[in-house]
């Protein structure tokens, strides 16, 4: 389509007069354009250039005496709106051009150059006035750009009434409509009546001319005769200069209010509501209700917030977006994107509310999908599948022999499929706990019969010698576990320790759930942590793609042991005080066919877009149609059973910068808040991220959810109320970024402590952050781990606390203590660390493949490192304990952000203030300060509760434990007391107040 529009540019590039026609082959080949859109726009997701292609027939297609071609452009455009709410703006531009050009041949024919049909082109241009205005129905967003332009509402209004191409009563609602936004949109009483003055002239007009046509007397108009103006018109028209009335009354300097302007659409509402409920059906009546209908339809789905104020306008609109406003101006001229966004979800969840029964039960499709117990009779087996693309559909494996004939299921309503497998005659169910499973499908294209493992199953495996995975059958008897422990509570700030469950052994092998429950969990308690965030637990066939490309959703990985298991890990880090997170990735699926989602019904649709949008182009993976209500329900059911099955506590979702843009993020610099907003913004991905925020917090409010996300988009950690996403924290993905990017450019002399800080602290207000010095992108193969980097291949030789101390060592220890201490303490209102990243585990992560020897040398944990009381690295490992503790007893990260008073390129000093504690850092190589000055917000004794220096921590023990210092009442760097200090050279100190 695209390349068509291109040839038709060339061949039309001449600016065509509306009255010249354009015939023959141009005209054929915009009608194919038309015709081809929609259907691309789905498919391919070409949002931005399909819409472009869609202007340039816009602006051609007005030469088209074609009216059916037009009608159905124009509501083929208004159907798009659906799918893509995001560009509904776009495309009513578009269709406004349309407008204004059908509107050049009427004025034309009226004028008399040209004998055309004029019933036909006002009917095409009523066509496009009604999808106007359903749009504007539809969008509430739109209606607001109405109703700030008043020239487009005066040449509508006008237009129409022009038109006289209308049956009795068939656009009064219309026109009315317009008239009413023509009027309220007025800044003045003169204006208003300056404008009514020819719109009530023409409804006279009308009146004389009808008259005459009912006395035999000529019209002397062309085409039909025109009708009396149904009296309901007039006494709307008379409602909209009362309620104009009413409003300028109530205005102050004449400043038009949205909430006023809401609540006079309800009085009107509740007018018209009240006429039409008398007993007369005349004609007029049912305009009335016609009239009604449309205000009421504006009424309910239009959610539009005052940007001056902080009022909703209505109850299903954020709630809060006017303190979000308050808080960041800078988001106003976005207001109707983020009111559509907000207005798409509402929708889905209304949605669901009335054709799926609720979000508790959407949610909870689990119990309905997959195996279940029928309830009715002991052991008897209900599978219930979603297949659209199947003509027939069987359950097959070790139990009948893979018969694809024996066990059909029966297709139900919603391209749901089920059947029922009666127990055997001694009362056993039919299928063996721990035996294989799949599903037959016959595709509707005609081809031949495949195999699927069922999307909902619960354990899959891969045979011993076998590539592909397969389902598994577990009993339910076989899946309970008795819970010994209760949730803990909720943190108020997160230190959560990342760890994946294969690499947590020194021995080279895929290690065990039993394993990290009896030898990391003590480990995770001891270093003061109160979070876990477990990687790689959705089954994925690969075991090098680190867990991210999950073939099986519903299955905890098999290769780590058996689902009782992973309960009894959870269970026991509950008992410890520990909530678990787990890393989900619903921002894309692994592309195997045989044991994943991928081609599941042999289209390539289904759970995901089709074509190139279903596509991810640089992880070969596939993309979730996020419009769609079934892949919704498999998506939160997911996330739900991982909270209910195994009592997950939150989620860390992966890949969120990748869902919300339809470039992925791929080569994206955000340099402005534009970049957030308009036609790249994958609204369908959006309104999915806050139904899933919204489900998991409602099911368990001390949930916690945290994103991956790097753009920096605007609102994604605010509350749904606030116009927000209702994420808990998002990772601040630039800090390890930065630390990895200075340790291989700069020398230590050359650190710039403003750069620094304002890496550290780029945040924004209210949406907090985890914040952390590397995770385990650091650590894969082609990078290295921070202690790597900075003491490289002398970590090898001298590690040990008896070899020689070198300059090598002595400075990767102290910096490798600062970058993570400041990391910890200014950088974000969370914090994390990878699994043995604590105590500086050497090397990087590596998983056995094809290219390294199948070897696990580089896929582990070696906590013979730091157990060896003779290695240094127990100083690291104290350290990060110590600091974890510290945290507990300060509570900064529950606290604002910091102060900073001090960043001092020269001396390479940075110092602030947080949670009634001073922090200093000196990054100078070489240079210590004896009684430097420093100020500080509160006056009193300062005592020294942390110092990297310390000999416990590797440190040359400097500064004395304990030590104590007292402000002075002199004013200091804006501060209204000071300090003198003693800070030696790459030594980091936290002072606390003494109260």
């Not at 509501?273 to 305009?287: G, L, N, R, V, Y």
């Not at 894969?780 to 008896?802: C, I, N, P, Q, R």
């Amino acid at each position: 389509s695209k390349g068509r529009v291109r040839a038709l540019d060339v061949r039309m590039a001449a600016p065509q007069s509306p009255l010249k026609q354009q015939r023959g082959t141009d005209e054929d080949s915009l009608i194919d354009v038309l015709k081809l859109l929609p259907r691309q726009i789905r498919s391919l997701g070409c949002i931005t250039d399909c819409h472009k292609a869609a202007r340039v027939v816009a602006d051609r297609l007005f030469c088209s005496e074609k009216q059916a071609d037009v009608i159905t452009y124009s509501y083929g455009l208004s159907a798009l709106c659906k799918d893509y709410n995001g560009i509904a703006r776009e495309i009513f531009g578009t269709l406004e051009r349309l407008r204004r050009s059908l509107g050049m041949w009427i004025h034309a024919v009226g004028d008399g150059a040209r004998e055309v049909d004029v019933e036909a082109l006002c009917v095409q241009w009523d066509a496009v006035i009604t999808v106007m205005l359903e749009l504007a129905c539809r969008h509430g967003h739109l209606m607001g750009q109405l109703a700030l332009d008043t020239d487009v509402y005066k040449r509508l209004s006008v237009e129409v009434l022009a038109c006289r191409c209308y049956e009795p009563g068939e656009t009064a609602g219309s026109r009315t409509q317009l008239i009413f936004g023509a009027v309220e949109t007025c800044d003045t009483q003169p204006e208003m009546s300056q404008r009514l003055a020819p719109i009530l002239q023409m409804l006279k007009s009308d009146r004389e001319k009808a008259a005459r046509v009912a006395d035999g007397a000529p019209s002397g108009t062309v085409g039909s005769p025109v009708p009396t103006i149904a009296e309901g018109e007039e006494w709307v028209l008379r409602c909209c200069r009362d309620e104009w009335a009413w409003l300028e009354g109530s205005l102050d300097s004449f400043t038009l209010s949205l909430f006023e302007v809401t609540l006079s659409l309800c009085r009107l509402r509740t007018k018209l509501k009240a006429q039409i409920t008398s007993k007369s059906e005349s004609p007029s009546q049912a305009a009335l209700g016609r009239i009604w209908q449309q205000v009421q339809d504006v009424c309910l789905t239009t959610a539009v917030v005052d940007p001056v104020g902080d009022q909703s306008l209505l109850n299903r609109a954020p709630s809060k977006l006017g303190e979000t406003f308050s808080e960041d101006p800078h988001l106003r001229p976005f207001v109707e994107n983020i009111i559509d966004r907000d207005s798409a979800f509402q929708a889905m969840r209304l949605r669901i509310d009335t054709e799926f029964g609720g979000m508790d039960t959407f949610s909870k499709s689990y119990e309905r999908f997959g195996f279940s117990m029928s309830g009715r009779v002991p052991n008897e087996i209900v599978f219930r599948e979603w297949c659209p693309g199947a003509a027939e559909l069987s359950l097959v494996g070790d139990f009948n022999d893979w018969d694809p004939t024996t066990h059909p299921a029966a297709r139900l309503k919603d391209s749901e499929w089920q059947i029922t497998l009666p127990p055997k005659a001694d009362g056993s169910a039919a299928i063996v706990s721990g035996s294989r499973v799949r599903i037959s499908i016959a595709p509707q294209n005609g081809g031949p019969r495949f195999l699927r493992i069922p999307a909902w199953i619960e354990r899959a495996e891969q045979p011993k010698d076998e590539v592909e995975f397969v389902g598994v059958y577990v009993a339910p008897e076989e899946q309970e576990y008795t819970w010994k422990h209760q949730r803990p509570p909720t943190p108020k700030a997160l230190k959560i320790y990342e760890a994946h469950i294969g690499i947590a052994s020194d021995e080279l092998k895929v290690a065990s759930y039993k394993n990290f429950t009896q030898n990391v969990l003590p480990r995770i308690a001891k270093q003061n942590y109160n979070s876990i965030q477990l990687m790689a637990i959705m089954e994925h066939a690969y075991y090098g793609s680190f867990g991210y490309q999950v073939t099986n959703f519903f299955a905890a990985s098999s290769r780590f042991g058996p689902l009782a298991d992973l309960c009894e890990l959870i269970d026991t880090a509950h008992g410890l005080g520990l909530i678990v997170l787990l890393d989900v990735v619903h921002s894309h699926a692994s592309k195997n066919v045989a044991d994943g989602l991928n081609m599941f019904d042999g289209t390539d649709a289904c759970y995901f877009h089709s074509g190139s949008r279903g596509n991810h182009p640089l992880w070969d993976s596939r993309l979730f149609n996020y419009s769609s209500p079934q892949v919704l329900r498999f998506l939160l059911s997911n996330l739900r059973w991982y909270m209910e099955k195994f009592h997950f506590d939150g989620f860390r979702f992966d890949g969120v910068t990748s869902m919300i843009y339809h470039h992925h993020g791929a080569g994206k610099v955000f340099t402005s808040y534009d970049d957030y907003f308009g036609l790249d913004v994958d609204r369908e991905a959006e309104v999915y991220l806050m139904l899933a925020n919204y489900m998991v917090h409602s099911v368990n409010p001390g949930a916690i959810t945290v994103a991956e996300e790097v753009s920096g988009m605007p609102l994604l950690c605010r509350p749904i109320e606030f116009g927000g996403f209702g994420f808990d924290y998002r990772l601040a993905m630039a800090v390890p970024d930065y630390w990895i990017k200075t340790l291989k450019e700069k020398q230590d002399e050359d650190w710039d402590m403003e750069e620094l800080v304002h890496v550290l602290i780029n945040r924004r207000h209210k949406e907090p952050v985890i914040a952390y010095a590397e995770s385990h992108d650091q650590a894969l193969v082609g990078d290295k781990t921070l202690a790597f980097w900075l003491m490289d291949k002398e970590m090898y030789t001298h590690m040990s606390k008896l070899s020689d101390h070198t300059p090598l060592i002595e400075r990767g220890i102290a910096m490798h203590k600062l970058l993570r201490m400041i990391t910890h303490t200014l950088a974000g209102e969370g914090y994390l660390n990878f699994i043995g990243n604590e105590f500086g585990h050497p090397e990087w992560l590596d998983f056995p493949r094809k290219d390294n020897g199948e070897s696990y040398h580089y896929a582990r944990r070696q906590w013979k490192l730091v157990d060896d009381d003779l290695l240094r690295y127990q100083f690291l490992n104290e350290f990060d304990r110590k600091l974890n503790k510290v945290e507990s007893d300060a509570h900064w990260l529950e606290a604002p952000q910091a102060f900073i008073s001090l960043k001092h390129n020269g001396d390479k000093l940075i110092v602030f203030e947080r949670a009634s504690c001073v922090f200093l850092f000196n990054f100078n190589v070489s240079k210590s300060f004896a009684d430097y000055k420093i100020g500080c917000g509160d006056g009193g004794k300062y005592s020294v509760i942390l110092c990297t220096d310390d000999v416990e921590f590797g440190g040359q023990g400097r500064v004395a434990d304990g030590g104590e210092y007292f402000s002075t009442p002199n004013p200091w760097h804006g501060r209204p007391h000071s300090l003198q200090v003693y800070i030696p050279s790459r030594c980091a100190l936290i002072l606390a107040l003494k109260k």
